[in-house]
């Protein structure tokens, strides 16, 4: 499965038999609206999926014991400057500087308050610092592109980073990733526990790229697109970005918080 | 409110979220330390060499750790949380103490997969339980960790043949 994809020194135009973005797009407008809020785990465009998705139905359960509360974490765990990825290296970075902020709240609305996010992500030409990441396009040397921080008392976080670059990827022919930042997120609850992915307003690759729209209902779908919002931007120096998240409800009752 | 949709961790993720001591919740050779271990398998029975694992457990006595510290481990604090990558051949594991609980809360992460999953993976021998009295005896035992020399073992079939129980809690969207 995973080596009919692996067509990295392959000239594409030679290959008679692969599947195109045309191909995709069909399958992709298939599916819409065929699931709910959340990702499809059975989403055939998105063709790692196929051996790695469970067949059977998730096991509705009530949380338990250590399912009622999430891990702590603090300033043990997080220095103060690893929310900044662009002062990780002797030189500044190269790319379009920008500040990322925004709420973790509950599925009742309440804050999440300090606790760890975690993200990563390509650099602006679209490379990421990873060794299975063969792209040709150039590392920076002064960008590693993963940062961690806690959200405040109000359950806010706040990067600054740069803003990826779009990059290739072996799906089909000429496939190729919308700009994003991968999250990482937890609640007060285990059972809150999220990874996802933030996008840019206006992404034209939105439309053919099978990982974002293996959320097939439009509406939750917008809940992964940043917004830019000039009030966070600083004069001659960065623009900024807003994105605030919604976990899901949280199980304990008030009594078992205090 | 809608919660925000998962979206997989993707191919890169070594580079955000693995650490130094993440699977080590109490340092190799702990008098009382265990390894809890597995291999991740595809459709195919194939290892999954890009997946995350994440624990969260009790500590010995039962309780919830409220302790901080898990990416910067000290050594001595039991902080109840650790993550680990798997290798080549879909292998992860931990050192970590036998919770006083029945279960270890286990997250599931990899390439391929569009969002988390969430099992448990219950001591050998459980007594009564809510949630794997319920379940039919083969998918009962995808849940139960298996007892070793050093340990115990918990493997994760994705899907396929003894397809591992994954969960989902009320008022969470499927
Ligand atoms: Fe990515």
């Not at chain 1, 509950?106 to 993200?119: A, F, K, M, S, T």
């Not at chain 2, 919740?25 to 398998?41: A, E, I, K, N």
């Not at chain 2, 109840?80 to 992460?109: E, I, K, N």
Request: with cysteine; glycine share 12%; net charge negative.
């Amino acid at each position: 499965m995973e080596g009919k994809y692996r067509l990295a020194a392959l000239d594409w135009s030679s290959v008679a038999n692969v599947t195109t973005q045309a191909d995709i797009n069909r399958e992709i407008e298939e599916l819409r609206g065929s699931g709910g809020p959340q990702p499809r785990l059975d989403y055939p465009p998105y063709r790692s999926s196929v051996l790695r998705h469970p067949t059977r139905e998730k096991h509705l359960v009530d949380p338990e014991g250590v399912e009622l509360w999430a891990p702590c974490f603090g300033h043990a765990d997080v220095g103060g400057t690893e929310s900044d990825l662009t002062i990780q290296h002797a030189g500044e970075p190269l790319g379009e500087r920008i500040v990322v902020t925004g709420r973790v709240v509950d599925g009742e609305g309440r804050p999440v308050r300090n606790q760890l996010v975690e993200i990563w992500q390509a650099n602006a030409s679209g490379r990421y610092w990873h060794q299975r990441d063969q792209h040709p396009a150039p590392l920076d040397p002064n960008f590693t592109g993963a940062g961690r921080c806690l959200t405040d008392g109000d359950g806010v976080y706040t990067f600054q980073t740069i803003r990826p670059g779009a990059y290739p990827w072996r799906n089909h022919v000429n496939a190729w990733r919308p700009a994003h930042i991968h999250f990482s997120l937890f609640g007060t609850d285990f059972t809150q526990r999220l990874v996802t992915q933030m996008y840019f307003p206006g992404d034209p690759l939105f439309d053919q790229d099978p990982i974002y729209q293996s959320v097939t209902d439009q509406k939750a779908r917008d809940l992964l697109v940043a917004a830019y919002d000039h009030s966070l931007t600083t004069p001659e120096y960065r623009l900024g970005y807003r994105w605030d998240i919604v976990l899901s409800g949280t199980h304990r009752t008030p009594l078992e918080d205090s | 409110m809608t919660s925000a949709p998962g979206q997989t961790v993707g191919p890169f993720f070594h580079l955000g979220l693995p650490f130094d001591g993440g699977n080590l919740l109490v340092p190799p050779g702990h008098p009382q330390g265990v390894r809890l271990h597995g291999r991740v398998f595809d459709g195919e029975g194939n290892g999954v060499p890009d997946a995350l694992i994440e624990i969260w457990q009790t500590d010995p006595s039962g309780r919830v750790p409220r302790e901080t510290g898990s990416i910067r481990r000290d050594g001595y604090t039991f902080t109840g949380w650790g993550r680990a990558q798997t290798d080549d051949g879909g292998h992860y594991w931990f050192s970590t103490l036998l919770p006083g609980s029945p279960f270890f809360a286990v997250t599931v992460f990899a390439r391929g997969l569009t969002d988390r999953l969430f099992t448990r993976a219950y001591l050998p021998d459980p007594g009564p339980d809510a949630l794997l009295d319920g379940l039919e005896p083969a998918r009962r035992a995808t849940l139960i960790t298996t007892r070793e020399e050093h340990g115990l073992l918990f493997d994760i079939h994705l899907q396929g043949e003894g397809e591992t129980v994954f969960l989902s809690y009320p008022g969470q969207a499927r």
